[in-house]
């Protein structure tokens, strides 16, 4: 017979970044496979609301951990947390993104971005993927974006790092792969959230007309106007969770992806640029 999820990936899942958007997908989504979850953010309140609804519709166990994911204690925060508990799932969600040309951002924003979207999910693979090497089981999903895969005006230690997840994955993929570790990164495109819709409204809708095209800007434009939802996004990272290092929300971001990894670098990066451009927005306004 084959192998259940919760055989796998349980009997916990810990979701960094778990409180709403595609974090709480992800928690909701682990437990309606079974299992229980550890769930971190750093506002309380939302946090435990979230894990009481997890907990209600699942009838999983569910633990909550307000810390911030910048801390340099987060390995301890975290190991203290979860002590007890053996985790088989980890997916590392949250992220920070400074928006502004480089030079316009202050150095300390930047270097939380660091922090949150590298320095951290190294400590915390470091402190969960070998005890799942030992037991020879488990999963591990460090969720990218797009944007990993060029630089782009305005988003420079975000897509960084999201290339430092994207290809430590890839790495983490094959070492562990062979001692029964599953690990993805997944490349997550536009997608609904509670900041979305400041954004989408920002787009110029001229330039988002044309999905049925391959031509990567065009489709990656309308995808900024059809944003998937948060609940897909979870149903494809568990369905391709052991498929391979890196996955994909829908064709729609695959197309984009492939494309760009085709491309020269600078026609990659100028394409970025001009995605960027499809949006007026404020830098208030942002989202992820
Ligand atoms: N939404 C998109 O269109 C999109 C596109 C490409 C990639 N992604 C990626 O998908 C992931 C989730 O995006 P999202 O839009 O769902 O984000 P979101 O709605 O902003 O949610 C982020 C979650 O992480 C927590 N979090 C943020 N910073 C944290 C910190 N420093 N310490 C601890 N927890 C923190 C937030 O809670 P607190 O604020 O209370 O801490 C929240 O639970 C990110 O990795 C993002 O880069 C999203």
Redesign the pocket.
């Known amino acids: 017979m084959a192998e259940s999820f919760e055989d796998r990936y349980g009997p916990w899942a810990f979701v960094a970044?778990?409180?709403?958007?595609?974090?709480r997908a992800f928690a909701h989504g682990a437990a309606s496979r079974g299992l229980n979850v550890l769930m971190?953010?750093?506002?309380a309140e939302?946090?435990d609301a979230t894990a009481r609804e997890v907990a209600e519709q699942h009838g999983v166990q569910t633990r909550t951990l307000a810390?911030?994911?910048?801390s340099p204690e987060i390995g301890d925060l975290v190991a203290a947390a979860s002590d007890d508990l053996e985790i088989g799932l980890f997916v590392y969600?949250?992220?920070?993104?400074p928006h502004g040309q480089f030079v316009d951002v202050a150095l300390e924003h930047q270097l939380r971005s660091v922090a949150?979207n590298c320095a951290t999910p190294v400590m915390l693979c470091n402190l969960l993927a070998g005890k799942m090497a030992v037991r020879g089981r488990g999963g591990i999903a460090l969720?990218s974006?797009?944007?990993a895969l060029a630089g782009a005006v305005n988003f420079g230690t975000y897509n960084a790092g999201?290339a430092f997840q994207w290809i430590l994955a890839e790495t983490l993929w094959a070492e562990l792969g062979p001692r029964g570790v599953d690990v993805t990164s997944m490349l997550?495109?536009?997608?609904s959230?509670?900041n979305?819709g400041y954004f989408q409204a920002t787009l110029d809708t001229e330039l988002c007309r044309n999905g049925d095209t391959d031509d990567p800007l065009e489709r990656a434009r309308w995808r900024l106007m059809n944003?998937a939802t948060?609940a897909e996004v979870a149903e494809q990272l568990y369905r391709q969770l052991g498929d391979g290092p890196v996955c994909y929300t829908n064709a729609s971001d695959a197309l984009v992806g492939e494309a760009t990894l085709r491309m020269a670098r600078r026609d990659a990066v100028h394409m970025w640029e001009a995605l960027q451009r499809t949006s007026t927005r404020a830098p208030e306004k942002q989202?992820?």
């Open positions: 970044g778990a409180s709403m958007g595609i974090g971190l953010a750093r506002g939302l946090l810390a911030d994911l910048a969600n949250a992220a920070i993104a949150v969720i974006s797009l944007g999201k997550v495109g536009a997608t959230g509670a979305y944003p948060p989202a992820l």
